[in-house]
């Protein structure tokens, strides 16, 4: 179900007036017309509000929203929004900026609520000053052209590129549970064991490294402060597709872990 994210709640009358790059999306991207029905995701309540197209104004490059009914409790599909996302971090060994594009936009389909791009021995100079410059207006369009498509009421959000201390500070202050994927099998355990260990915390963080992995000392630095190294017994995936694959299979396990049953 697509959606549009509103940068503004309804006025008095119960209107949404779009300006600037959001009205050129709606116009030209959707092309909306009058009459037309869009679902908007107000940026307070994270609501999803069906409204009309009042009007669409191409020489002053505005589209006039009108509330039409009350917030929706279900897609428009029919299906019940009951399932609440657990919270989870992806912190992101710096890939090629073609490669973290793909990451950001996938981890935000699939609700993913921060995003750290994290500065690691195998990850490339170039690849790492892209990420501390000003990457933040295209990761925001990224982020906000996949909401609109997924649909996902998550408002993810990518924070600054850090060294591997500084995010591994970042998880213990938030109290996440740390997950970091590795392609050796030694000392790892598989995600059903890790995530059945999660006792007394309901976060998680999820480490994935760039094209070259993640170097031998950093695996057992992350180890030292907690953090659990877990194998997936498949193909060797390319960092963007390990991104992608981690969070859905965490996040699944995390959405149904009262009904898995672990083992010691």
């Known amino acids: 179900m697509r959606q549009f ?13 779009v300006k600037g790059n959001k009205a050129h999306h709606l116009a030209e991207v959707l092309r909306v017309k009058a009459g037309d029905m869009v679902y908007a995701r107000l940026p307070q309540s994270g609501v ?34 009951t399932v609440q996302l ?32 994290v500065e690691g021995k195998f990850c ?24 609109e498509q997924s649909g996902s009421a998550v408002q993810t959000k990518v924070l600054p ?10 998880m213990a202050e938030e109290n996440l549970y740390g997950i970091v994927l590795y392609e050796q099998t030694g000392g790892t355990k598989t995600l059903g064991d890790a995530v059945g260990a999660m006792e007394g915390k309901d976060k998680a963080a999820l480490f994935v490294g760039a094209e070259g992995g993640i170097a031998s000392d950093e695996i057992e630095y992350m180890q030292g402060r907690g953090i659990v190294p877990v194998h997936f017994a498949t193909n060797i995936l390319r960092c963007e597709t390990a991104a992608v694959y981690g969070t859905a299979v965490l996040q699944n ?8 049953k672990f083992k010691e």
């Open 5 to 17: 994210l509103s940068e503004l709640e309804p006025d008095g009358d119960g209107c949404i007036l």
């Open 48 to 81: 999803l509000q069906p409204m009309t197209v009042a009007r669409v104004d191409g020489s002053k490059k505005t589209v006039l929203l009108q509330v039409a009914g009350d917030i929706v409790s279900s897609d428009p599909d029919g299906k019940k929004n």
């Open 86 to 117: 657990p919270e989870i971090w992806l912190f992101q060994f710096v890939a090629k900026p073609p490669k973290m594009d793909i990451i950001i936009r996938q981890a935000t389909e699939c609700g993913v609520s921060f995003i750290v791009p």
């Open 124 to 147: 490339q100079r170039g690849a790492v000053e892209s990420a501390r410059k000003k990457a933040d207006d295209r990761w925001s369009r990224i982020i906000s052209e996949a909401r």
């Open 161 to 170: 590129c850090v060294d591997l201390k500084a995010a591994v500070d970042m």
């Open 253 to 260: 396990a995390l959405v149904e872990k009262e009904l898995w």
